[in-house]
């Protein structure tokens, strides 16, 4: 299953950081919600296990479940933005759990 938002490296740290500004959205809306502030903290830890071209650990890998935050506790969805901001994390979680070696090319599972 290739991805149609990540086709590479450089796709995926756009979308990580476009859905970083999402949560912070999000959060600033809804302080308390606890959905956004555990999406917020695996965001950053992708984005802080994949600076400067660090490839994560398989162990990190395995320790992202925004994919499955996401069908736990927003699907369904209704609201497009919502579900753009979904389906970006869940293709975040996708690229990060795969890490293709080649950073040019999408994540292959």
Do not use: C
């Not at 990540?6 to 500004?21: N, W």
């Not at 994919?67 to 919502?82: A, F, K, S």
Request: charged share 35%.
């Amino acid at each position: 299953m290739a991805s149609d938002v990540i086709q590479s490296r450089a796709d995926f740290h756009r979308v990580l950081q476009e859905a970083m500004k999402q949560v912070g959205d999000r959060i600033r809306k809804q302080p308390k919600l606890q959905l956004w502030e555990e999406i917020e903290f695996q965001l950053d830890a992708m984005w802080r296990w994949t600076q400067n071209d660090r490839t994560p650990t398989e162990d990190e890998r395995k320790q992202i479940s925004i994919g499955l935050i996401v069908i736990r506790d927003m699907e369904p969805i209704d609201d497009p933005d919502d579900q753009a901001f979904a389906t970006n994390l869940h293709e975040l979680n996708y690229y990060f759990d795969e890490w293709p070696d080649d950073p040019n090319v999408a994540a292959e599972g």
